[in-house]
C-alpha cells in the first residue's frame, strides 16, 4: 500500500515552514503541531512526517519535546522524525523522543564512515535523506554538501541502506507539482523510496507512485487543505 505522510514542520515547539533564510512560522491550525496532528490522524494517517527544522538550520534540537507530545497524544500513529540528523547522538535522541524512525540528512552523506556510525545507533529504524538539486544532493540547512547523485546511491544502496526519502529541493513549498524524474532516479537503487517535495494534489500522489515511489510526503497541500487527506488515503489504500 503506497504511504502518505503529511508533514509537521516544527519551529521553537510551533508549526513553521521552510524558506532559503530558515524556517518560518505559519498560521494553519493556530501554529498548534498538536491540533495538526490530531485533524492528520482523525482522518486516518498511518505515519507522520515530524522535521524540527531549527536543529536542520541552526543545529540545536529544539523540538524533541514536541515529539514526545505528539507520540504521548497518538500512540498508533507512527513517526517518522527528521531535520537534517547527521550525528548518532541526534538519532538516538529522536528515536528516545518515540520516533519509530528517522530520517538521516543529506549533510550525513560527505563521510561514508560518519554515516555508518548513524545508521548504527538507529538499530536499522531510519531511511536516508536526498534532497536533490540541478541533479546533485545539496543540503539545505547546516553542514552544506554538494554530491554527485548516482555515485553516492550506489555507495549507500551498497551498504545496505533500507530506502530512501528523495526531496525535490526546488519544489519544496511551491505545490507546484513532483520532480518525477528525479524520484525515477533515486527508485533504480532498488530500494524503497518516498517522494517530497511540490506534492499537493492526488494527482501528484498518482505521478510518484507511477515514477516507482512507495509513499509520499505532502507538506503545504495537508496544512493548507489543497490535498484532501481523506480523498488521498483512499487513493493509497488501493494503490
Do not use: C
Not at 58 to 66: D, P, Q, R, V
Not at 135 to 152: C, E, H, K
Not at 172 to 200: E, F, L, Q, W, Y
Request: no cysteine.
Amino acid at each position: 500500500m503506497f504511504s502518505v505522510l503529511p508533514a509537521i514542520d516544527l519551529t521553537r515547539g510551533r508549526l513553521g515552514a521552510y524558506s532559503p533564510e530558515g524556517p518560518v512560522p505559519v498560521e494553519a491550525f493556530g501554529g498548534d503541531p498538536l491540533a495538526a496532528a490530531r485533524t492528520f490522524v482523525e482522518a486516518g494517517v498511518r505515519w507522520l512526517h515530524v522535521v524540527d527544522m531549527d536543529l536542520a538550520f541552526e543545529g540545536t534540537m529544539g523540538n524533541a519535546e514536541t515529539v514526545v507530545a505528539i507520540r504521548e497524544a497518538f500512540p498508533d500513529v507512527a513517526i517518522q522524525a527528521s531535520g537534517g540528523i547527521r550525528t548518532p547522538a541526534e538519532a538516538a535522541a529522536f528515536l528516545s523522543a518515540g520516533a519509530d524512525r528517522v530520517v538521516i540528512g543529506s549533510a550525513a552523506l560527505g563521510d561514508e564512515r560518519g554515516f555508518g556510525e548513524v545508521a548504527a545507533a538507529t538499530g536499522g529504524r531510519y531511511l536516508v535523506g536526498v534532497e536533490v538539486a540541478d541533479g546533485r544532493i545539496r543540503s539545505r540547512g547546516r553542514g552544506p554538501v554538494d554530491l554527485d547523485l548516482m555515485a553516492t546511491l550506489g555507495w549507500l544502496t551498497a551498504s545496505g541502506v533500507p530506502g530512501f526519502v528523495v526531496t525535490a529541493v526546488a519544489k519544496v513549498g511551491s505545490a507546484s507539482g513532483p520532480d518525477d524524474a528525479t524520484v525515477k532516479r533515486v527508485v533504480r537503487s532498488g530500494k524503497p523510496t518516498v517522494a517530497a517535495g511540490g506534492i499537493a494534489s492526488v494527482g501528484d500522489l498518482v505521478a510518484v507512485q507511477r515514477a516507482g515511489a512507495v509513499g509520499a510526503v505532502v507538506g503545504r497541500g495537508a496544512l493548507e487543505g489543497s490535498l484532501p487527506l481523506p480523498e488521498a488515503l483512499a487513493w493509497a489504500a488501493e494503490h
